[in-house]
């Protein structure tokens, strides 16, 4: 499974308690008869992974099979940044490089105009230079669709 596509996070948790499994199964054999043909070559095999994944997995515990998601990076933009960008947007002048140099001056928080942008982006703000279509109000819109309907029936 390891390269495909969809390979889901439930998929490959059940590939981990199969790969721990048989290795308990193998060591069960070794211990009854003395000898087992269960290698990591033959469990990579039946889970189409690679080797090294199963060497990756062999020794975990079944606790150990549950990925662990960190919680991100931190946040680089304290609350006080985050209400000078809200209150810069839609005023002329404040492009994301302007708004950075007004964190600095009033934080002292030195941040990028890129990190500006994408919290404006997160926030659903715009910048002062961004001007609504004004071909995509609905009244615009109704008026366009009654001429195609017109232009359509026209005989």
């Known amino acids: 499974m390891a390269g495909i596509i969809n390979d889901s996070e439930e ?11 048989y290795r308990d199964i193998r060591d069960e054999m070794i211990a009854r008869t003395g000898d087992s043909f269960i290698t990591r070559q033959w469990i990579s095999e039946k889970l189409h992974r690679d080797e090294s994944w199963v060497r990756r997995t062999w020794n975990k515990t079944t606790e150990e099979c549950y990925t ?36 600095l001056e009033k934080t002292g928080q030195r941040v990028s105009g890129e990190t500006v942008r994408r919290e404006r982006h997160r926030q659903g703000l715009k910048p002062f230079h961004v001007i609504a279509k004004p071909l995509k ?13 017109f232009v359509a029936n026209w005989t």
């Not at 109000?137 to 309907?149: M, Q, S, V």
């Open 11 to 21: 998929q490959r948790f059940l590939d981990r308690i199969r790969c721990i499994t």
């Open 68 to 103: 662990q998601f960190g919680s991100g990076r931190s946040k680089i933009l304290s609350e006080e940044s985050k209400d000078i960008i809200a209150s810069a947007s839609g005023i002329t002048g404040s492009s994301s490089r302007n708004v950075a140099r007004e964190i």
């Open 137 to 149: 109000t609905n009244t615009h819109i109704e008026d366009r669709k009654w001429l195609a309907h």
